[in-house]
């Protein structure tokens, strides 16, 4: 296994990032078309599959693939476009709000194949490489704690405006000292919500560990159900956090973006013309080759 291990919920937000959020045109499709690496990267930092659970793996993993770039990808075209006339006379917020949706809704579906495709793999794994991936989610949640949890509040909001700069940067480049200490006052207004996942983590890592060490028959539905029914499971005071702070960021965002410099708005516009054309790329090479195979 590689030393360093990404985060479980980094592998499902895998094919996202690649698809429109890392700037450059020629590197979204470079990241794009090796997503399947990525992923069996990702995959190898929880478990370590014999050649034939390899190969069963990687046979499942271009199936999700083929119907990523044949379905998805143009859904993602559809509110990147959305975001560029939003850019016409101000961005609001329900206009905001309404291309965040379509992004959750693209990451929910996602997130449902991906949990298909592990549990299609979790079928033939051994007992050792079940305890192996259980054990890599408990160490994970150590180290948060002993990373996360022990920070100050005004390090937990420097931590923040850290975040919420890179990614303003992202869309507009370089901003300036004004943008800058927006996002640092606005951080300030977060609340504080890492002991709080920490906690739904480990009571959802609870429930999992149950059903995998027992693999009772039906247990593929237990997981889906855990799955699906884990934001009706979070605490009130963890849900008030998240909607919370999302109101916070959503709203500085907007600010950010509709205060933008002349500099700033021709940077996102090419950013944003970038993504659509490396899509219609990408959505062209993929007809072009299901037209030789046919």
């Known amino acids: 296994m590689r030393e360093r291990r990404a985060s479980f919920s980094g592998l499902l937000a895998a094919l996202l990032v690649f698809a429109f959020v890392l700037a450059g045109c020629s590197a979204n499709r470079f990241l794009y078309n090796r997503a399947d690496t990525f992923v069996r990267w990702a995959i190898d ?6 050649s034939e659970q390899q190969k069963q793996f990687d046979a499942d993993l271009d199936g999700l ?3 990523h770039r044949r379905d998805e990808l143009p859904l993602y075209r559809e509110f990147i476009v959305s975001s560029l006339d ?9 206009e905001a709000v309404l291309i965040s949706e379509a992004i959750d809704e693209a990451a929910n579906r996602l997130q449902v194949k991906l949990v298909d495709l592990l549990l299609e793999s979790a079928e033939g794994l051994t007992d050792i490489q079940i305890q192996d991936f259980l054990n890599e989610l408990d160490r994970q949640q150590e180290e948060y704690a002993q990373e996360r949890l022990v920070r100050d509040d005004i390090t937990y909001a ?3 405006a850290d975040s919420l700069q890179r990614l303003a940067k992202r869309l507009l480049g ?3 000292d004004e943008q800058k200490a927006l ?4 951080s300030t207004e977060l609340m504080r919500i890492d002991r709080l996942w920490h906690e739904d983590r480990s009571v959802w890592g609870a429930k999992l560990r149950t059903i995998l060490e027992s693999r009772l028959p039906g247990w593929q539905t237990e997981i889906r159900a855990l799955g699906d029914t884990r934001s009706e499971a979070r605490t009130p005071a963890y849900v008030a956090g998240i909607e919370h702070n999302g109101d916070i960021i ?4 907007v600010e950010v973006i509709n205060g933008r410099t002349e500099r700033q708005d021709k940077r996102m516009r090419r950013f944003l013309d970038d993504l659509i054309a490396d899509i219609d790329a990408l959505t062209a090479a993929n007809a072009a080759e299901a037209l030789v195979v046919q």
């Open 250 to 253: 959503l709203g500085l965002l």
């Open 65 to 67: 693939l083929d119907w």
């Open 45 to 50: 930092d929880y478990v370590d599959l014999t």
């Open 183 to 186: 996002i640092q006052s606005r």
């Open 158 to 160: 420097d931590d923040a």
């Open 174 to 176: 370089r901003l300036n």
């Open 86 to 94: 939003a850019l016409e006379g101000g961005v609001t917020i329900d």
